[in-house]
């Protein structure tokens, strides 16, 4: 069982660094003294430094503010089981100086305790708010702290602890007696009824309602109105709830409500084998499965050390630059019907029906592709598939016009979009909007170009940037960036070489069948894969792509076993949704149906 | 010959109504098909196509089905009111018909039938206050569901159609102005004489369309359905028939309003360029004009469904083009655009008929053809001039901006090399 092995052998491999290797982590050192407690490398060579847990806001403070760490990637945990520290994973990144930095902070895991990092990174409210809700990490000072994807009142404990079982501390039968007894209604109208009445004016725990409601007043004359949108309703783009506080048809504050589709894939990864993990990562982001089947297999290969094949890396291109137009044609078709332009959706379906018969043709499935292995991809590319890719990207760019001719100078479409939902780059930047909504709001920060992965600085492509950060700029990206996307492929499949599509590695590729059935050693390398699963050695490593979505990050961790010990995926639309409340603030009820689909979430990735 | 008796008039007039009334209840159902099939084809699909020939009985399978489903009653909601919305959403739109001549006199045996159920003398008044009943159906039907969707729902349609009753009201003037008289019979051999006011008008005729689609509550103005926000606003809790009753409504007020359009713009049944349907039927029975024959009735007939036929399109084609307006912005195009826009043109329109009659130009084509003159330049003042998109963008976003972002060539360096 990989939840009892040990966290020992986790940093033989890198040891520790000379401090001064890097200048950012010296001048850290020598400012705080003891509260570093150690410097580690992690499998990218990345510094990562643990920290004193009571001094976790100055030291962050000042690597924001004095070292330039702009973006708070990631807050998670990560459980080594035995009674050992919870380890609280800051996952930093320098957009100046393109760096990234780990920084960690242990806490017991009977009492484990943080100060919040909300108030230097806002991109940390709904991240500790996942931590709590996983590993019990309470964050003092958060200003709601509530479970996000269990219940709020999950009574069973924290689900990624090690010594949580995959199928919850309660038998089946008591689960559903408990889910049974409890009334989701009262949740529900406890909220209604605290703006709706002054004699409930201490709202139920957590919720924050913010109306003020004056107590001179009868009970019916209550301002404000709250409105459920969701968890059915037609534009919520899955199952999300949101607890809409109104003002006649102004929002006051909107409260996203996640978790209905909480599938722990984190917590699945767990106990399934490295590879057994890749048809879990395309269930998360239906909407662009290769992309998160490929950045998978890129975060694992990096904790090996392997270097995939030149062919597979330019069909890996091919793959994610195609599902990244894939996941684009439908945010516009999805954003138009909400804003009440139901025809661009079914134009772009139909060649987002294109992509889907691609998918078909190379992988036998539509929508969840699992199309890469460790060290390559499932198969090679069928013959025909790429000039079937070449045919669609020379007639694809049609549709885009004939949808820009529809939308792009449609009068009531730039009514509804300009200046709406808008959010500054500095408020971008740290509240941690990613993507192409970050970019709509004018930063420059794109994966493939600020630490590429699979070659991309030898593309030739743009970066689409916006001025105003609104709605219709992250229209306007989404266009051009497909219109980039084309010009990747294009110079993608110019340069397809031929060769093996995996490596040659029986370690991680299954040997081919005439080895195997020939020669022992290639017997015994496939029934060690097959029956053990491949080994990863020891180590740790923050791998992030840039998904349609926004800056898709897989930590993974690995004590040198069969199956990973930690898998976090980071998901981009879970960042963009936690910025939702400050985006429609102020604004109608029309405008957060057009703002909620134009940070395109995809509801399978931000409850995992 | 005379007047009809009264046996007669009783008799062909409860004819009459029940042709109309089946006449329209088919071209609602027929409009509904219509809806899909036109949507399917402007969206590169085939629509409906498994019920009948060309799926032509789609409309009997889905009435069907709509007897068939269960009521749902939400609890804590109004009962009578609830049950009543539907009904009152449903009247107005039929019962406007009744005042829309929809062919050329009929001659028969027993004397000459005009081609209306009522040739009410009030005309385009009983039009505009019945047809500002239909709001209570909206309004009822939202607040009685007991649910936020539907109350938000029937606040703006109270809100919105009672602001485009304003904007509509305004935009008939006008017509009121040049013809002199207000029923429709006459304003449609007023057109048969002149032109049709479609181009003495036509700025008229702009606001109109403009208020009809925000009154039938048509995309771009379907602020009280606006399925993407709430659900599908008023009558998100209602079901089978009672759903079907709202449904139809929409199509029957799509389908007056065509009718309308018609009949105040473009000339009603009249069939352009051909003086042999040129009739008008006096109240005494003697018809003035053109000798009436079954035939011509039958001709005229086509026509003018045909023009409400086009008007239909229109209806469909613009649903299925353009987004959806936000709820400020529908109220300020009405109050901050369309009322101010319509108060200067009918102040325009005025001034020049008071310099035409000075002149001594008697109504007919030449005076038509002099307000043409200016409503061209007024169209032209209004496209280059006062709008340029800016009208629909109302007292939002004034900005121009440029319809591409910026692209960014991002040099990619090495980060190691300069932090270590």
């Not at chain 1, 709601?144 to 602890?161: H, T, V």
């Not at chain 1, 137009?325 to 332009?341: E, K, P, Q, R, V």
């Amino acid at each position: 069982m990989s939840s009892t092995t040990t966290s020992d052998n986790i940093d033989k491999g890198a040891g520790p660094v000379a401090p001064g290797e890097r200048q950012d982590v010296a001048q850290l050192k020598t400012k705080f003294g003891p509260a570093i407690r150690s410097i580690e490398l992690d499998a990218a060579d990345e510094p990562v430094v643990y920290i004193a847990p009571d001094r976790n806001t100055e030291i962050l403070q000042y690597l924001r503010d004095e070292q330039g760490y702009d973006m708070l990637r990631d807050v998670t945990g990560l459980d080594w089981g035995g009674g050992r520290p919870i380890q609280v994973v800051y996952e930093l990144w320098a957009s100046e100086r393109r760096l990234p930095l780990r920084v960690k902070a242990e806490v017991p895991p009977s009492n484990p305790r943080l100060q919040t990092a909300f108030g230097i990174w806002h991109a940390a409210n709904w991240l500790e708010r996942e931590a709590y809700d996983m590993f019990g990490v309470k964050f003092d000072g958060h200003p709601d702290l509530r479970r996000i994807l269990m219940p709020e009142n999950y009574e069973e404990g924290y689900p990624l602890r090690k010594d949580f079982p995959l199928r919850g501390r309660f038998t089946r039968a008591e689960q559903t007696r408990r889910a049974l007894a409890r009334d989701l209604e009262d949740i529900y109208s406890l909220e209604e009824l605290a703006v709706a009445s002054r004699e409930t004016r201490t709202a139920p725990r957590g919720l924050g309602v913010t109306a003020e409601i004056p107590t001179d007043v009868p009970d019916l004359e209550a301002k404000h109105m709250i409105l459920n949108i969701g968890p059915q309703h037609p534009a919520t783009h899955g199952v999300l709830r949101l607890v809409v506080e109104l003002d006649g048809e102004t929002i006051v504050k909107c409260t996203p409500h996640i978790g209905y589709l909480h599938t722990g894939f984190e917590k699945l990864s767990e106990y399934r084998t490295w590879n057994q993990v890749i048809p879990l990562t395309d269930r998360m982001d239906y909407l662009a499965p290769m992309i998160y089947n490929i950045g998978y297999a890129l975060g694992v290969e990096k904790l090996l050390g392997l270097e995939v094949t030149p062919r597979c890396k330019v069909i890996r291109v091919i793959c994610m630059e195609l599902n990244r137009i894939f996941s684009h044609l439908i945010w516009i078709g999805t954003t138009a019907i909400d804003i009440g332009a139901f025809t661009p959706f079914l134009y772009t379906f139909e060649e987002r029906e294109r992509i889907y018969n691609l998918h078909e043709a190379y992988t036998g499935a539509r929508m969840t592709t699992s199309v890469s292995r460790i060290g390559g991809m499932m198969a090679d590319v069928p013959p025909g598939w790429l000039d079937a890719v070449r045919y669609f990207i020379e007639t694809f760019p049609n549709t885009l016009d004939e949808v820009e001719r529809l939308l792009s100078q449609n009068a009531i479409w730039i009514g509804r979009t300009q200046g709406v939902g808008v959010m500054g780059a500095a408020e971008a930047t740290n509240a941690g909007l990613c993507g192409p909504n970050l970019r709509a709001s004018g930063v420059p920060y794109d994966v493939r170009k600020d630490n590429p992965y699979l070659e991309y600085e030898t593309y030739d492509f743009d970066v689409p940037i916006g001025e105003y950060g609104d709605v219709y700029d992250r229209y306007l990206v989404r266009m051009e960036e497909m219109r980039q996307s084309v010009r990747i492929i294009e110079q993608a499949l110019d340069r397809v070489p031929d060769g093996p599509i995996n490596v040659k590695d029986d370690r991680v590729i299954l040997p081919p069948k005439s080895r195997v059935m020939n020669s022992i050693d290639g017997m015994i390398a496939h029934f060690k894969l097959v029956m053990e699963g491949l080994k990863v050695p020891a180590g740790e490593t923050w791998y992030s792509v840039e998904s349609s979505k926004g800056e898709l990050g897989f930590y993974l961790v690995s004590d040198g076993g069969p199956k990973p010990v930690r898998c976090r995926y980071r998901g981009p639309s879970f960042m963009n949704m936690s910025n939702l409340p400050a985006l429609v603030k102020g604004e109608l009820v029309a405008d957060i149906i057009a703002v909620n689909a134009s940070i395109d979430i995809v509801l399978g990735e931000i409850d995992r | 010959m005379g007047p009809l008796s009264t046996k007669a008039f009783l008799i062909i007039g409860a004819a009459k109504m029940l042709m109309i009334f089946v006449g329209w209840l088919t071209a609602v159902a027929g409009v509904t098909l219509a809806e899909r099939k036109i949507a399917a084809w402007i969206q590169d699909r085939s629509g409906p196509n498994r019920v009948g020939p060309w799926g032509l009985f789609q409309p009997i399978a889905d009435g069907l089905k709509n007897f068939l489903k269960e009521e749902v009653r939400p609890a804590g909601s109004s009962r009578w009111v609830f049950y009543l919305a539907p009904v009152i959403s449903m009247f107005p739109a039929m019962v406007v018909f009744a005042v829309i001549p929809i062919a050329a006199p009929l001659p028969t045996r027993w004397g000459t039938v005009n081609m209306i159920v009522a040739d009410l003398p009030i005309g385009i008044l009983y039009i505009l206050a019945i047809a500002s009943l239909g709001v209570y159906g909206l309004v009822l039907g939202g607040w009685s569901s007991n649910s936020k969707y539907s109350f938000l729902g029937g606040v703006r349609a109270s809100a919105q159609m009672i602001s485009y009753e304003v904007a509509l009201g305004l935009s008939l003037v006008p017509i009121l102005m040049v013809a002199g008289n207000v029923t429709l019979p006459q304003l449609v051999s007023q057109q048969q004489d002149a032109l049709w006011y479609i181009l003495p008008l036509m700025v008229g005729y702009l606001f109109l369309t403009a208020s009809y689609f925000a009154e039938t509550n048509r995309l771009p103005f379907d602020m009280p359905e606006a399925e993407s926000e709430l659900v599908a606003g008023f009558h998100t809790e209602y079901s089978a028939m009672k759903f079907a009753m709202f449904m139809l409504a929409e199509y029957a007020n799509m389908v007056t309003a065509a009718a309308l359009m018609a009949t105040l713009f473009f000339g009603g049944w009249d069939i352009p360029f051909w003086s042999g349907d040129n009739m008008t039927l006096a109240a005494d029975g003697s018809v003035a004009g053109a000798a009436p024959a079954w035939w011509k009735t039958t001709l005229t007939g086509l026509c003018f469904a045909a023009k409400t036929g086009f008007f239909i399109l229109v209806f469909i084609w613009v649903r299925w083009t353009v987004p959806r307006f936000r709820y400020d912005q529908v109220m300020s195009l009405g109050w901050k655009v369309l009322i101010p826009m319509e108060v200067v043109y009918v102040a325009l329109l005025g001034g020049a008929m008071l310099y035409l009659d000075y002149l001594g130009i008697p109504f007919g084509t030449r005076y038509a053809l002099y307000l043409t003159a200016l409503n061209v330049v007024l169209m032209l003042v209004i496209v280059f001039v006062v709008d340029r998109n800016r009208i629909i963008l109302g007292a939002g976003w004034r900005q121009t901006r440029p319809q591409r972002v910026k692209s960014e060539w991002i040099e990619y360096a090495d980060r190691r090399q300069d932090s270590r």
